[in-house]
């Protein structure tokens, strides 16, 4: 079981500020924190961080004591809405272990924790923040055992992972990494080999993404779409051929990644997402989300996974109008990159709620989405536009370019969040995560993990 803790970037900064006063003694907080297991994964999100005050604890260089009366209130939230709790305090110092007193306190307060406040029998995490900003932590679960954190994920504008040491490296990386090493650093390459990447639709821009994140040997790939390969689709999805057609596109593409031979694990999930609890918690293990659908519906749930579970989602999108005798009228395509928390592609105004519920009532209502059509109350959902492999491939290199960007941070502009390029008047539009509203009625739901109904949804009970 791979452990993992996520922190959006701002309650990043607020623990980290908490744990390092000028004095150089040890601090501590407390985090309320969503959870996610599925697939070989357990993952915690940080949603509500409680700073103990100073002057309520002893405070060392090397000791730190703390009043459990401070901590009552997230502990009742904890037990009334079944999250975890994180316990994370500073080592000014820089000494990366647990201490004796560490462990000793940690096994009296998580086992009185789960045997008189929490009995759901599911874990929480105790952490140390280090001077850098690293974060080493130990997952205890109600059985009495414990399991070192194997990373941690900072979500924001950029994207920071820590690792334990012991899994920083190879002794001798393989000849296939080298050149991406070259490229963006061995840093960099371990930690896309530890990323587990969702990519939700497999068709045009899909089969682009899934080529470059093999390529870059992330280490695992999530796919989900319910489709088959179709002979209208041979124009542009890679690797096949005629004698593709009538194979589901997760399962040719995981055959596909997985003979390569490079080391990359792909979970296939040949399922619509909105019929599929399997494919969701999949997803909901991941630590990017790449959409690759032309749905509102569908984009709606991944912007709702991502919120609930602290998830960078990258959206891509295309567009071409063409009237069949070869004239083309508009060619574009549009890059989003949502932040947890922030915008949504709802306050973006690039879906709408009553598009989604169209969608949702054609899949779970055909005869009413009928009817409704019959009566005009719903247009456009069936339309279908041309596709071609070169802009597909474009906008999927742009946005696979911009998760690197996000991890290493090599270009010199903003971290844009949406890029729109309008290849028939040649222009590119750019903006920035302040032009759009904050997304107010989702971002409640900011880390909140696991939740009846799933991510708030009443169609998914």
């Known amino acids: 079981m791979k452990t993992c803790l996520r922190i959006c970037e701002e309650d990043f900064d607020v623990i980290r500020k908490h744990l390092f006063p000028e004095d150089g003694k040890e601090a501590i907080a407390f985090a309320l924190c969503g959870r996610a297991q599925a697939e070989g994964r357990l993952i915690f999100m940080v949603k509500e961080i409680l700073t103990i005050p100073y002057e309520r604890c002893e405070r060392e260089e090397d000791y730190l004591h703390w009043k459990t009366e401070d901590v ?48 759901d029998g599911l874990p929480h995490l105790s952490a140390i923040m280090l001077p850098g900003g690293k974060i080493l932590g130990r997952v205890y679960y109600a059985d009495g055992s414990v399991q070192d954190l194997d990373s941690a994920l900072i979500v924001g504008e950029r994207l920071r992972m820590t690792l334990y040491e012991d899994e920083q ?42 080529e470059q994140l093999a390529r870059l040997q992330v280490g695992e790939l999530v796919l989900v779409d319910p489709d088959g390969i179709e002979a209208r689709n041979l124009n542009r999805l890679i690797g096949t051929k005629k004698d593709d057609i009538g194979k589901l596109k997760t399962v040719f593409y995981k055959t596909y990644v997985e003979q390569m031979g490079i080391g990359v694990d792909v979970l296939s999930f040949p399922e619509n997402l909105y019929q599929s609890d399997s494919a969701r918690r999949a997803l909901s293990t991941c630590d990017v989300i790449f959409g690759c659908v032309d749905s509102s519906s569908g984009r709606l749930l991944m912007n709702q996974i991502s919120t609930f579970y602290l998830i960078p989602y990258v959206d891509i999108g295309v567009g071409l109008e063409a009237d069949g005798r070869g004239n083309v009228s508009y060619i574009g395509a549009q890059m989003d990159y949502l932040v947890p928390g922030k915008s949504s592609l709802r306050s973006r105004k690039f879906i ?42 474009m906008i999927a290199n742009l946005a696979v370019l911009n998760l690197i960007d996000r991890f290493v941070g090599y270009r010199y502009e903003p971290m844009y969040a949406n890029i729109r390029i309008l290849l028939h008047g040649d222009d590119v539009i750019k903006q920035l995560e302040s032009d759009y509203p904050e997304d107010e009625a989702l971002m409640r739901f900011k880390g909140r993990g696991d939740y009846e109904p799933f991510v708030n949804m009443p169609c998914l009970m």
């Not at 110092?93 to 008189?116: I, N, Q, R, V, Y």
């Open 169 to 210: 490296s190879e002794d001798v990386p393989p000849e296939e990494a080298l050149r991406n090493i070259q490229a963006f650093g061995e840093g960099t390459y371990n930690t896309f080999k530890r990323l587990r990447i969702g990519v939700v639709g497999c068709s045009g821009t899909g089969c682009h993404v899934i």
């Open 72 to 119: 009552l209130p997230i502990m009742n939230k904890s037990m009334n809405q079944h999250m975890a709790i994180m316990r994370i305090h500073s080592h000014p110092g820089g000494w990366p272990h647990f201490s004796k007193f560490d462990l000793a306190t940690d096994e009296e307060f998580f086992g009185s924790l789960m045997k008189g406040w929490c009995e």
């Open 352 to 393: 709408s709620n009553d598009d989604a519920a169209a969608e949702l009532e054609k899949l779970f209502n055909p005869e009413m989405y009928e009817q409704h059509k019959k009566e005009h109350y719903i247009r456009n959902v069936d339309v279908e536009r041309p596709a071609v492999i070169s802009i597909n491939g």
